[in-house]
């Protein structure tokens, strides 16, 4: 089944209308699912909506909050998210940054009390459509074993990182566990093994199981120690940067809220020659012999536009499961 | 055998001296040499130092040439290296993003034609000596294959993130293969096998056999297809950001020389918590149950310090072989 991106739209708006949003927030909230949905990140679109809107509901998210600024210092500015809507405290954060590089060359905005930013990918197409590079990234609720250790202590903490590009952006949008908690529900309800272990199950092997890993909650950091390290690097940075909440502190809290994040913009300066050395890059790339002759070398966010062209085009596959939950909202 | 740090830079510096370099670079050189092998970054350290040599001699590094401005437009800076040393540049680089940090809030500087940094672990050890986050990253010569791909035609491109702490800095220092080009010789050299697939053999099948994978030269990025995203982004960067060589460029070029480089310092705000969020972090990680009752969780940099501690005490271990080459240097 298939929906077209305005009906989707529509029906987001609908919905978050009924929920305590203003007309303007609503209608920018919506969208933002919606893009996700698009954008083949079904997991940040419609198929988290509902759990968005239970959130609304339990007082988790506050519709009508708006950032507040803590303080600044130079290029580093401080906000306070007063758990507002997480998409569009991200989206502000991100304006923020983008503003600080075009007038200094560089920004960069932490924001702490805030809430969930669905797919991280939104706020470095974002940056990259105002010409800017754009890096940012956030914490979660401990999801993560660090390693040699059993339980949960850091968060999968998506990193982003965009490039901007004539041809379509280059954009990074990576969670640091091997896989995201999102494709994992995914291979869950679809029953399929992951490719690739990722995790283990309860007797601590290694599993391509996506409902064992997510039952023994020892998922597996990219890069085995380093996904790890990175990991707390990143808590590191988002906490200290915004004095907002660690890992630890969402955790102790209960729920996924109040989290912590930052964005870094830089406008690069460009004397004629960037686009060229981005296409160098790319092209050398895509020049590398192919392990399966029919798997093409693809730049990070290079499906995305394709899945975007398609779904424009023929409309937005959903769970018809979670369509019709949805519409009974 | 242990060679004491002093008598291990005095030797360095010794045979800087007898290739060109002028004294107080010699000196400075030599000192972080030393500190990497101190370190434990024994690779990086005195086991480079001959490679180093020869490409003194080759006259792919200029011994007496310093990085000169490019242009600046804010707090970005452009900066050209002009083929000097590696390391004395990128000490420059970190020195002048500090500075913009303690100034403006952030910095960050990109440097273009320079060499090797050898261990990037030493400028974010530089930014946290100066109270300052510390994120760097560089590009090198094609030396890894793009997911879906079989040639080399990405760097393994290091990233470094540093947060200064008061009870030993924390520093991740990470190369985005799985091992590094360092680990994957040590491991050749003492035939052990790795602990985990580092890559693929002549026969495309995962290996932990570190000279079947430098002999493919198929070697795996952390995460697969994530760390070939992620070392991508980082040589898309340092390119835009310094208008220099990409790993394309570079590996064209048939040497690894004239690499580039971003050096990014932010200076926290430190309103009286950050301390105490930066232990509840380290903390909080530490109260996993361990999978391995003997094998501790350790934050990135932790064993650095232990490493250096017992390396003063009771000097630095040296591959006897390779310690009677730089004698006879």
Same mark, same amino acid.
């Given at each position: 089944? #298939?929906?077209?991106?305005?009906?989707? !739209?529509? $029906?987001?708006?609908?919905? &978050?209308?009924?929920?305590?949003?203003? $007309?303007?927030?609503?209608?920018?909230?919506?969208?933002?699912?919606?893009?996700?949905? #698009?954008?083949?990140?079904?997991?940040?679109?419609?198929? #988290?909506?509902? =759990?968005? =809107?239970?959130?609304?509901?339990?007082?988790?998210?506050?519709?009508?909050?708006?950032?507040?600024?803590?303080?600044?210092?130079?290029?580093? $500015? #401080?906000?306070?998210?007063?758990?507002?809507?997480?998409?569009?405290?991200? /989206?502000?954060?991100?304006?923020?940054?983008?503003?600080?590089?075009?007038?200094?060359?560089?920004?960069?905005?932490?924001?702490?009390?805030?809430?969930?930013?669905?797919? *991280?990918?939104?706020?470095?197409?974002?940056?990259?459509?105002?010409?800017?590079?754009?890096?940012?990234?956030?914490?979660?609720?401990?999801?993560?074993?660090?390693?040699?250790?059993?339980?949960?202590?850091?968060?999968?903490?998506?990193?982003?990182?965009?490039?901007? /590009?004539?041809?379509?952006?280059?954009?990074?949008?990576?969670?640091?566990?091997?896989?995201?908690? *999102?494709? &994992?529900?995914?291979?869950?309800?679809?029953?399929?093994? &992951?490719?690739?272990?990722?995790?283990?199950?309860?007797?601590?092997?290694?599993?391509?199981?996506?409902?064992?890993?997510?039952?023994?909650?020892?998922?597996?950091?990219?890069?085995?120690?380093? *996904?790890?390290? &990175?990991?707390?690097?990143?808590?590191?940075?988002?906490?200290?940067?915004?004095?907002?909440?660690?890992?630890?502190?969402?955790?102790?809290?209960?729920?996924?809220?109040?989290?912590?994040?930052?964005?870094?913009?830089?406008?690069?300066?460009?004397?004629?020659?960037?686009?060229?050395?981005?296409?160098?890059?790319?092209?050398?790339?895509?020049?590398?012999?192919?392990? $399966?002759?029919?798997?093409?070398?693809?730049?990070?966010?290079?499906?995305?536009?394709?899945? /975007?062209?398609?779904?424009?085009?023929?409309?937005?596959?959903?769970?018809? !499961?979670?369509?019709?939950? =949805?519409?009974?909202?």
């Amino acid at each position: 089944m #298939r929906i077209s991106f305005e009906q989707m !739209q529509a $029906e987001f708006k609908r919905v &978050l209308l009924k929920n305590g949003f203003a $007309e303007n927030k609503a209608n920018e909230c919506a969208t933002i699912f919606a893009e996700n949905s #698009r954008d083949g990140v079904y997991t940040h679109g419609l198929n #988290r909506f509902p =759990v968005f =809107v239970q959130y609304l509901k339990d007082g988790l998210i506050n519709p009508d909050a708006a950032p507040s600024p803590d303080d600044s210092m130079g290029l580093l $500015e #401080r906000w306070d998210g007063n758990l507002g809507p997480g998409m569009l405290n991200a /989206r502000f954060c991100m304006d923020r940054a983008i503003s600080l590089a075009q007038q200094h060359g560089m920004g960069c905005v932490a924001i702490r009390n805030t809430n969930h930013w669905m797919r *991280g990918g939104t706020y470095g197409w974002q940056a990259a459509e105002a010409g800017c590079i754009g890096i940012c990234f956030t914490n979660t609720i401990a999801n993560l074993p660090p390693w040699g250790g059993i339980d949960p202590r850091l968060g999968n903490n998506p990193l982003i990182i965009a490039v901007p /590009r004539a041809g379509g952006h280059v954009v990074l949008d990576m969670a640091v566990s091997q896989y995201s908690f *999102g494709k &994992l529900q995914q291979y869950k309800a679809s029953g399929d093994e &992951l490719p690739l272990p990722g995790g283990y199950d309860a007797e601590g092997n290694l599993s391509t199981n996506a409902a064992h890993i997510m039952e023994s909650k020892r998922l597996l950091p990219v890069g085995f120690w380093k *996904g790890s390290g &990175l990991s707390l690097m990143l808590d590191l940075l988002v906490t200290v940067l915004s004095n907002g909440k660690s890992t630890a502190a969402v955790t102790q809290a209960g729920a996924e809220s109040g989290i912590s994040q930052v964005f870094i913009c830089i406008k690069p300066q460009d004397d004629g020659h960037t686009a060229g050395l981005i296409e160098q890059i790319v092209a050398y790339t895509k020049t590398s012999r192919l392990v $399966e002759p029919e798997q093409a070398i693809r730049y990070p966010g290079e499906s995305t536009l394709k899945t /975007r062209e398609k779904n424009l085009k023929e409309g937005i596959p959903v769970d018809e !499961q979670i369509w019709q939950k =949805v519409l009974a909202l």
